[in-house]
């Protein structure tokens, strides 16, 4: 028998549909498959469910989201690795508090996963962005909604997309000033895809209700413009900003100097890719590819929401309702095939695909790097040494490229500059980055040596009987 | 012009017979299908170690490239500039710890076999390596200490290799793949074929790695170089000297010797110079699947925490691994090919490619000039019958169309 199975309890072992997220599309999936009649393990990070988009006030003394019974929620647990296993997948977990001694480990077996982990925000280095008081868009909301802390007293918003929009909305909510939202494109280029326009006609009133509260709180809203630098000399003291031509080069003399104490970044998203590599899931353009009933191109394995594709919390939602069926089919289940849910996902994805087509990133932001701009936080890289690097190096591939330049080897591992560094150096060496070799990330998240040396069995159940023989 | 030489793969050992032949006159050109160092090469570590190895063939190739590295590396700076040749080569030394009772009268054997052999390799007891090594396990039994364990930095040392090929007039291509070779009139090697076309040379070098089987296989003179898999873990940066040495348990020993398929696991603890440590590494065999086993990390894990208790509460930021190239006899693959003239070899270092290639690109550049080799190649001829006896000619990859007529012209 595999030592690795002693640990399993029996109903860690294949009887459960394991969902990875507890964001719209995992919740939904969660839903789905127990009310198609199979039981189900969701696992988040979070202390409270919601994701990104839901996330809740973790001091407050209630959850928001009930899940029906047959549904096991393992909150603050991390899925730290994934592998297969005859019949499906195995994945490793630790529940506890991250950064506290003390998380329990244990490790489930499914043969239907779905994974349903999101993604984040993409920043684009400019000089000064490593100053303290320069956050991601998302970290910021994350902070407003989750724990009542605004990031600054007066705070800039830019990057490309509608998601700037909320999150200025919930910075205002935890009573912070928002200096400008800067859009780096042209959103009146949406009225040049009428079909998705249509197809995101209840998104596009939310958004709608963003804008006229932000117009209430008189937050001008700038298109074609973005943040420069960031200055200051122990945080932001100021930021200048620029006008944009429709490539992101610099309008001449159209910079201006703000007065603020933070400034949010968002330049689109990353998915969280790590499961789905391990896993051995196909990609396309960076997101996961899946058939229509969510399935990956690895069996026994599903996708659903901002993994798939960045078309919001309802295409999300929707997703993890049809990715829920189909996990409950592969434990037997014979769901009624969910209709009005795969309606709202090709609604959505023709949303979603009109946004990307909105709000693309043009290369005219790289003639703004500094020699001394630091692209990876990290390893302390910056834009000069990464170009000579590269240039006499050669080095433009995956871990060579990486181990030349050190960028993306420290703490994110290339979570916040991965994509930063294959396009760089993609225009550099004239070869395509590799954008998805700083996903491969076998250890999806960090682990304690000790942890990870411990044996599984440490922590079977009582009375959990004989250990299950797989192999 | 075309080149004398084409050299296939631009690892480590691809780079050390580029640099060499280069240097000794011949006009070389490097073709490699990825991007530079980005196979077995980027997915190792950079011990440069003699303390692993039994007196034998492997451990004059080990003795002759500790002597090669550091004097190579001195000329490359001289020639390229400092910042083009760094490679963080670090002299730091070794230590091979017991910690059973078992293991002590192994170990001591086996250090007085290397001595006799010209190695140094210096008994101490536990409490000087305590000395050596603060926060080391108390469990020590017996202890040796190996001052030449050096290390650098695999990829900054192939490319600074392959900097000093084209600084003298030779050519490095990444994003080529080579599919086979022409043969001249006289049954020679005449050029390669590539997937951008046709490439005129003398003479082909296979330097790809763990690959090399299905390269000499397309070339039409098939040898056995197998793909043996290893993974090695690596915790965030740690505090300066918190481990100073390469540190490794005297197991070690007996599983680069062995030639079981299942697991096997010995733990190499080193900080590298951005402070993180790597802790390596395993060994399987499994032909060349990529998916990570869990078992294979914990393992890892549970021996370096056992070296070193205080790692324990050290996160592990990162897992990667390759494929050691090795052949049957586990001796490395240098020299030419009788089957096809102008067809080369150098392959085969399994999990020490990166110390022994120094010497390997020196050796080969030796064998292709004529001139006295420092070493007895013999034991790396490729037609020992461990590499070319159970080489099968697969008649799918030796067709016409991957090969090429007799006598077509390259362009
Ligand atoms: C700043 C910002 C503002 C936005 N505003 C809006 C808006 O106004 N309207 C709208 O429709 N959409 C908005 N979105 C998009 C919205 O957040 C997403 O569409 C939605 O949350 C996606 O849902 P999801 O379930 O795919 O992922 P998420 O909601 O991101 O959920 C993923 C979950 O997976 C967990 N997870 C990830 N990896 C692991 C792991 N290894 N182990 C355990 N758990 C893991 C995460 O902790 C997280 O809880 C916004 C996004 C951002 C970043
Ligand atoms: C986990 C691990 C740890 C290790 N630790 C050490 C260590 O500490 N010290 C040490 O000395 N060694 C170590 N090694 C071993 C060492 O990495 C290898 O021996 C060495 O890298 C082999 O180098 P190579 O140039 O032969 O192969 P590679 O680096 O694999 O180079 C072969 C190249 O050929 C290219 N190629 C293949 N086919 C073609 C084709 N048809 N056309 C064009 N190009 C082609 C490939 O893309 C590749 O880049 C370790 C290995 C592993 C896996």
């Known amino acids: ?471 | 012009m075309s080149p004398d030489v084409v050299v296939v793969g631009a690892g480590i050992i691809g780079a050390a017979c580029a640099e060499a032949l280069s240097a000794a006159g011949l006009r070389v050109t490097v073709l490699e299908r990825g991007a530079l160092a980005s196979g077995t090469t980027a997915a190792g570590e950079g011990n440069v170690l003699v303390s692993d190895k039994a007196p034998g063939p492997e451990l004059d190739l080990a003795r002759a490239s500790r002597r090669r590295w550091p004097r190579l590396l001195a000329a490359l700076r001289e020639e390229l500039g400092p910042r083009a040749a760094e490679t963080e080569w670090d002299p730091k030394g070794g230590l091979v710890v017991a910690t059973t009772a078992e293991a002590v009268a192994p170990l001591a054997e086996f250090a007085a076999a290397q001595r006799t052999a010209g190695v140094r390799a210096d008994r101490i007891d536990p409490a000087r390596a305590r000395d050596l090594e603060p926060h080391l396990t108390r469990q020590v039994t017996a202890a040796v200490h190996y001052p030449e364990d050096a290390q650098l930095q695999p990829v900054l040392a192939a490319t600074t290799l392959l900097a000093a090929v084209r600084a003298r007039g030779g050519e490095v291509r990444a994003g080529t793949t080579v599919t086979g070779v022409v043969r001249d009139a006289g049954d020679r090697v005449g050029g390669v074929r590539t997937d951008r076309g046709s490439l005129a040379c003398g003479a082909v070098v296979n330097c790809c790695g763990p690959w090399a089987g299905s390269f000499a296989a397309a070339a039409g003179a098939p040898v056995t170089v197998l793909p043996r898999r290893g993974m090695i873990l690596v915790t965030a940066p740690l505090p300066p000297d918190t481990v100073r040495r390469k540190v490794y348990d005297a197991d070690y020993v007996g599983a680069v010797a062995s030639g079981d398929a299942e697991l096997q696991t010995s733990t190499v603890v080193e900080s590298t110079r951005a402070g993180t440590v790597l802790i390596g590494s395993s060994r399987e065999r499994v032909g060349f699947d990529g998916t990570v086993r869990v078992e294979v990390l914990r393992e890892l894990a549970r021996k370096a925490v056992a070296l070193f208790p205080v790692l324990a509460d050290v996160p592990v930021m990162r897992a990667y691994g390759g494929f050691r190239p090795y052949a049957p006899d586990h001796l490395p693959v240098i020299g030419a090919d009788p089957r096809l003239p102008g067809l080369w070899h150098a392959t085969g270092h399994e999990g020490a490619g990166i110390g022994l290639a120094a010497a390997t690109g020196r050796l080969l550049a030796d064998l292709f000039t004529g001139a006295a080799p420092e070493l007895d190649p013999a034991p790396f001829r490729p037609d020992r019958p461990a590499v070319m006896s159970q080489a099968v000619i697969s008649p799918a990859v030796i067709s016409p169309a991957v090969t090429g007529p007799d006598g077509e012209t390259a362009a």
């Open chain 1, 1 to 471: 028998m595999s030592r690795a199975h002693r640990g399993a309890e029996p109903r860690d072992a294949m009887s459960r549909v394991v969902v990875v997220g507890g964001g719209p599309a995992g919740m939904a999936a969660a839903r789905a498959a127990a009310k198609a009649g199979v039981d189900v393990v969701l696992i988040d990070a979070g202390a409270k469910l919601g994701g990104q988009y839901h996330r809740q006030d973790s001091r407050a003394g209630t959850e928001r989201f009930g899940l029906p019974p047959g549904v096991e929620h393992l909150a603050e647990s991390v899925v730290w690795a994934l592998e297969p296993v005859p019949g499906g997948h195995r994945v490793h977990l630790r529940t506890g508090p991250a950064d506290a001694p003390g998380r329990t480990g244990r490790s489930i077996d499914t043969p239907a996963l779905v994974l349903a982990t999101g993604a984040y925000d993409q920043v684009l280095p400019f000089p000064g962005w490593e100053l303290p008081g320069v956050y991601t868009a998302g970290a910021a909301q994350a902070l407003a909604k989750g724990q009542g802390v605004r990031v600054g007293e007066r705070v800039l918003l830019a990057g490309t997309g509608p998601f700037l929009l909320p999150v200025a909305r919930s910075l205002l909510a935890v009573g912070a000033e928002v200096a400008a939202v800067l859009e780096a494109g042209n959103p009146a280029r949406w009225l040049a895809r009428p079909a998705g326009l249509l197809a995101g006609a209840g998104k596009l009133g939310e958004l709608a209700g963003h804008t006229a509260a932000l117009a209430r709180h008189r937050v001008p809203y700038r298109t074609r413009s973005a943040v420069v630098a960031a200055h200051g000399t122990d945080r932001v003291e100021a930021v200048t900003t620029t006008r944009l031509r429709p490539d992101w080069t610099e309008v001449p003399g159209s910079r201006r100097r703000l007065d603020v104490d933070a400034v949010c970044i968002g330049y689109g998203f990353t998915p969280q890719l790590e499961l789905a590599v391990a896993a051995g899931c196909a990609l396309d353009g960076g997101f996961v590819t899946v058939d229509s009933a969510q399935q990956t191109s690895v069996p026994g394995v599903l996708a659903a929401g901002e993994l798939t594709g960045i078309g919001g919390a309802e295409l999300a939602a929707a997703e993890g309702e049809v990715a829920g069926a189909s996990a409950a089919r592969r434990l037997g289940a014979r769901p009624a095939p969910p209709v009005r849910a795969l309606r709202a996902v090709r609604r959505g994805r023709r949303f979603a695909a009109a946004l990307a087509a909105a709000h693309p990133v043009r290369a005219g932001w790289h003639g703004r790097l500094r020699e001394d701009t630091l692209i990876c936080r990290c390893e302390e890289v910056r834009y000069g040494e990464l170009r000579d690097a590269v240039r006499e190096r050669e080095a433009y591939g995956g871990r060579a490229l990486k181990l030349v330049t050190r960028a993306g080897l420290g703490l994110c591992q290339g979570r916040i500059c991965g994509r930063v560094v294959a396009e760089l150096t993609g225009e550099l060496t004239g070869e395509p980055g590799q954008s998805a070799a700083f996903a491969r990330r076998p250890i999806a998240a960090p682990i304690r040596l000790g942890e990870l040396a411990e044996s599984p069995s440490a922590h079977r159940e009582p009375g959990a009987g004989p250990p299950r023989v797989a192999e």
